[in-house]
C-alpha cells in the first residue's frame, strides 16, 4: 500500500510563513542594531594579578575563559596611574590635561571637591545616547559627587554606586588609627554612601557586599534592556583599599584577602558573561575588561602585583599604567589571539562610538583611537605613542617598542616628592626590557630626536585649563 505525504493545510502553511516572517525580521533587525558595550573596570588591579597574564595563586576562570574566547592585550595602557584622571580619560577619549581632570595638588577629587568632569565634555554614554542606547553605570565614579557631575547628568540613564573611593570618608573616631583601619577593615570604619541616581540610599555602605551588588544591577539592566542597544559601564570599587568581599570568598584564594577580592571580582565577570549567553546577546556585544591604573604597593599584601613590571600605582614607570585588558565579542573577535599592539583605555570611546555608527567629536582633539583593525585582526594599531602624564607633567613616551623618560618619580613612599630630571632622557626598549632596567639613551640618540619631535608636535596643539580638582566645594554643600 503506497502512502503519500500529507498535504500540510492551509493553517500549517500560514504558520510556516509567519515563522519564516518573523525569523527573516529579527535577523534583518539584528543585522541593523548596532552592538552593545559592556566595559568592566577594575581598581588598583596590577598587570601580574589575573591567571591569564601569569599570577600563580589567584584563580580567575572567568576571565582567563573570557581571555581564552578573545582578546588579550599586553601592551594596554591607562591614561593616568590614579583614579580621577584614569576615569576621565576612558569616558572622553581625551587626556585628562584637555578638560582640567587632572592636577599636580591634589591627585583625585575628594569629597571635600568642587570640581568634576566638565558639562562641555562628551562622554561615552552622552555619545551613544545620540544613537538611541539605553546606558548605566554600577560603581565607583570618580569624577564628581555634586549633582551636576555625577553619571545620570552625564549621559547615563541610571546609576547605582559610590561617587568616590571607598577609603574615603574616614571617620576619625571609629576603629584603630592611621593605616591599622585597613589591615582588619570593618564598614563602620568609612562613611562612604552608596547612590541611585542623585539620591543616597545607604551610609555607610556595606562594602561586604558590593560588588555582588553592582554585578546584580548590571545585569538587571541588561535583561531590562535586551531589546534594545545598551552600554553597561561597570567601574569595581576592588580591588582598591579597604579590602572587603562577600562571605562566599573570606578564604576562598591562597593569596589571602587580596586574592579573594579579585576572584570575586573573577565571579562578577562570570555573572555579566553568563548573562549575555543566556539572552543571546553575546554575539552582540562587545566587553572590555582592563583597571584604572597599577597595584597600590605600599600596601603591602593588600596591594596587587604589576608581575615583571616596574613599580606601580601612582606612577609613571610601566607598572603605574599598563593594564591587563581583555576584549571580548564572540563571532566577531577571534579567540585565544595575544596581541602587542599598543592600546589605551581611551580608544575604548572611539572605537565604542565608531561601531556604533554615532560621530566621534571633531569640534575638539579625542586622544583615542579606533582598535577595530586590531579587535577585528584586519591589521596593525592606529595607535603609534603613548603618553605618560603624572598630573600635568608629561613624565614620559612610548613611541613604538622604546619609551624615554624625561622626569622620574615614586610614589605613596618617603621620596616620592623628589622628582628627578633626566637630560637627555632615559630610554629603555620595552619588548627587550618591559621592566625598564637597562637605560641606553647613549645608543640611540636617533630614537630621542624622534621622540623629542613628537612631544613638540603634542604641545604645539595642547591648551591646559584650569584643574578641576583645585576647584573647593561650595560653602553651602558643607
Known amino acids: 500500500m503506497t502512502h503519500r505525504a500529507a498535504r500540510p493545510t492551509s493553517a500549517m502553511t500560514l504558520l510556516l510563513g509567519m515563522v519564516l516572517l518573523f525569523s527573516r525580521v529579527a535577523i534583518a533587525h ?8 559592556v566595559i568592566i573596570y577594575a581598581d588598583d588591579l596590577g598587570y601580574g594579578d589575573l591567571g591569564c597574564f601569569g599570577h600563580p595563586t589567584i584563580r580567575t576562570p572567568h576571565l582567563d575563559r573570557m581571555a581564552n574566547e578573545g582578546l588579550r592585550f599586553t601592551q594596554f595602557y591607562s591614561a593616568s596611574p590614579v583614579c580621577t584622571p584614569s576615569r576621565a580619560a576612558l569616558m572622553t577619549g581625551r587626556l585628562p590635561i584637555r578638560n582640567g581632570m587632572c592636577s599636580d595638588k591634589r591627585r583625585v577629587l575628594f569629597p571635600d571637591s568642587g570640581g568634576g568632569i566638565p558639562a562641555d565634555e562628551i562622554t561615552l554614554a552622552e555619545a551613544l545616547k545620540s544613537k538611541g542606547y539605553a546606558t548605566g553605570c554600577f560603581g565607583k565614579w570618580h569624577l564628581g559627587h555634586l549633582p551636576q557631575f555625577l553619571p545620570t547628568n552625564n549621559g547615563f540613564d541610571t546609576y547605582y554606586g559610590i561617587p568616590y573611593s571607598n577609603d574615603m570618608d574616614r571617620l576619625a573616631d571609629a576603629g584603630p588609627k592611621g593605616r591599622a583601619a585597613f589591615w582588619d577593615p570593618k564598614i563602620e570604619y568609612w562613611n562612604v554612601p552608596i547612590l541611585r541616581d542623585t539620591e543616597v540610599i545607604e551610609r555607610p555602605a556595606d562594602q561586604t557586599t558590593i560588588t555582588r551588588r553592582y554585578t546584580e544591577e548590571a545585569i538587571s539592566f541588561i535583561r531590562a534592556h535586551q531589546e534594545e ?35 570575586e571580582v573573577d565571579w562578577s565577570v562570570g555573572q555579566v558573561l553568563h548573562t549575555l549567553r543566556d539572552l543571546n546577546l553575546d554575539e552582540q556585544t562587545l566587553v572590555f575588561f582592563s583597571s584604572d591604573n597599577g597595584p597600590w604597593l605600599t600596601f603591602n599584601e593588600h596591594g596587587g602585583s604589576a608581575g615583571l613590571l616596574k613599580d606601580g600605582k601612582g606612577t609613571t614607570f610601566e607598572g603605574g599604567m599598563r593594564e591587563p585588558t581583555i576584549a571580548w565579542w564572540p563571532g566577531r ?9 599598543l592600546g589605551s583605555t581611551m580608544d575604548i570611546f ?37 603618553l605618560y602624564y603624572r598630573g600635568t607633567a608629561l613624565m614620559a613616551v612610548r613611541f613604538g617598542p622604546w619609551k624615554a623618560h624625561y622626569f622620574t618619580q615614586t610614589s605613596y613612599r618617603k621620596d616620592s616628592r623628589q622628582r628627578e630630571t633626566h637630560n637627555p632622557p632615559l630610554l629603555y626598549h620595552l619588548g627587550h626590557d618591559p621592566s625598564e632596567r637597562f637605560n641606553i639613551n647613549e645608543e640611540h640618540p636617533e630614537i630621542l630626536a624622534q621622540i623629542d619631535a613628537l612631544v613638540a608636535d603634542h604641545r604645539q596643539n595642547l591648551e591646559v585649563p584650569a584643574s578641576q580638582l583645585e576647584i573647593p566645594l561650595p560653602a553651602q554643600s558643607e
Open 30 to 37: 539584528a543585522a541593523k542594531r548596532p552592538p552593545n558595550f
Open 229 to 263: 542597544p545598551f552600554l553597561v559601564y561597570l567601574p569595581h570599587s576592588m580591588v582598591h583599599i579597604p579590602l572587603f568581599r562577600s562571605d562566599d570568598f573570606v578564604g576562598k584564594s591562597a593569596r589571602g584577602l587580596y586574592g579573594d577580592c579579585v576572584e
Open 333 to 341: 573577535v577571534s579567540s585565544g589571539r595575544v596581541t602587542q599592539e
Open 350 to 386: 572611539t572605537t565604542c562610538v565608531t561601531l556604533a555608527g554615532a560621530n566621534v567629536p571633531t569640534d575638539r582633539i579625542i586622544d583615542g583611537v579606533d582598535l577595530s583593525p586590531v579587535l577585528f585582526d584586519e591589521g596593525p594599531t592606529n595607535r603609534k605613542s603613548v
